[in-house]
């Protein structure tokens, strides 16, 4: 069956999925090979669970017509979601990468997007080689704006990304120190970012970017774009906004709206911004730009703003890189209140530079002056700090710690990587 055929019966399918746990009646079951797992093995499981067919790459699970031999599962499904795409062919498909905020700023643009053009974005973090064909799959015809969210670890990823999401318009967020130990370095994370600014230039579409950001805007240079819409406070950008308050939430003036969010620190202002700038720029009201971000409340861990038994914590638990980490430690120690406490995990995927970048992010927690510190994770562990700093090997030595004090009044930012669940300390 070549791919055009499969492409008919996808059409007549409820869709498709890679895990058999949560099938749903009608839909097509990819068996994706991982390094631990199989999932030709689980194709007959697919169809007694009700899938419609099975897409497979080993013979000797082929059971009837109901399962599709393919010679390879993953490249079946990338190109399956490259067809979809071309059949859609949505007026704009936006891709969004970055070392931070990619993904507050995707949800930021479904909701200002969605309130005038019917709007596809990634769901939840769905952002890989697996995940963006997902994506795209689960397109609705009459999509007429889709937005991509782009996560990578190595080089040339976000490269063959492109190639089947055939981004219009791209944005990245921001370069950051994140995922070091794929890439090697802050350079080779700046090539690999670019690669969404060589795709667009390549086929001329349009680039957004933070224009107050020195190494984007030297990015663009180094590639020569000079065709792009700019946000910012800078008064050279195609669109400006002034942040007039971060205390607690992050309040914008543009042109003559003023814009309330429920969006901690300030890092958050350019994530607006951006969100605005697309906004403008595909037509949206002033109004309905101001309903939609107002409205929007982050989630999922982000950023979360939680108020309870007489204390408030921001949750931002869902990932973390030295980066992120500054800046959400720059903002906590801005905020107008009293008796701070950081409660940290550990970061992820530093590789040789892993040690160094925790005993930087423990000295200026020292040099930030909060009220209390609390490390957690081996790598924490290991850093050279005074005693009155605390330290726990887990998130669940943190949690009896937590248990154990009083809090009423305090403002708690609460901070790690996704592996380290620094959710479980307030659970």
């Known amino acids: ?67 599709i031999l393919t010679s390879d599962v993953l490249s079946t499904l990338q190109e399956l979601s490259y067809l979809h795409r071309k059949k ?57 704006i889709a937005i991509i969210e782009m996560g990578a670890n190595h080089k040339k990823e976000i490269e063959s990304y492109c190639k089947y999401a055939e981004p219009t318009h791209g944005i990245i967020t921001n370069c950051g120190k994140a995922h070091l130990e794929g890439f090697g370095g802050i350079e080779d994370i700046r090539k690999a970012k670019g690669e969404l600014y060589d795709y667009i230039k390549n086929n001329f579409g349009n680039v957004f970017v933070n224009g107050d950001d020195d190494i984007l805007l030297d990015m663009l240079k180094e590639r020569g774009i000079e065709n792009y819409t700019s946000y910012g406070s800078n008064t050279g950008n195609t669109y400006m906004g002034k942040m007039i308050s971060d205390q607690p939430f992050v309040n914008i003036q543009f042109e003559n709206t003023e814009i309330h969010s429920q969006m901690f620190g300030s890092y958050n202002y350019s994530n607006m911004m951006c969100a605005i700038a697309v906004g403008k720029y595909f037509g949206v009201t002033n109004n309905n730009l101001k309903t939609a971000i107002e409205n929007y409340a982050p989630a999922n861990a982000r950023s979360q703003v939680i108020e309870k038994n007489g204390f408030r914590m921001i949750l931002d638990a869902y990932n973390a890189n030295p980066t992120s980490m500054e800046h959400a430690l720059e903002s906590f120690s801005k905020l107008n209140a009293q008796q701070k406490i950081v409660i940290l995990g550990d970061m992820f995927e ?5 040690l160094v970048e925790h005993q930087s992010i423990a000295d200026l927690c020292l040099q930030l002056n909060f009220d209390t510190v609390v490390l957690v994770g081996k790598d924490f562990s290991k850093t050279k700090t005074p005693g009155q700093v605390l330290k726990f090997i887990n998130s669940d030595e943190a949690q009896t710690w937590f248990r154990q004090q009083d809090l009423s009044g305090a403002n708690i930012l ?10 479980k300390v307030i659970a």
């Open 1 to 67: 069956m070549d791919i055009s055929e499969l492409y008919e019966v996808f059409k007549h399918s409820t869709g498709v999925t890679t895990d058999t746990r949560n099938i749903q009646h009608g839909q097509i079951y990819f068996a994706l090979k991982g390094e631990h797992f199989n999932g030709n093995t689980f194709a007959h499981k697919a169809i007694e669970n009700g899938a419609a067919y099975c897409v497979i790459d080993e013979a000797e699970y082929k059971l009837s017509d109901k399962y």
């Open 88 to 144: 859609i062919n949505p007026m704009a498909v936006v891709g969004v990468t970055g070392s931070n905020g990619k993904t507050t700023t995707k949800e930021l643009l479904y909701a200002v997007l969605s309130t005038t053009f019917k709007t596809h974005a990634t769901k939840g973090n769905l952002n890989n080689h697996i995940g963006i064909p997902l994506t795209l799959l689960a397109m609705d015809p009459d999509t007429e």
């Open 350 to 354: 530093l590789g040789e530079n892993s």
């Open 414 to 423: 609460l901070k790690g990587s996704r592996s380290m669940q620094m959710e």
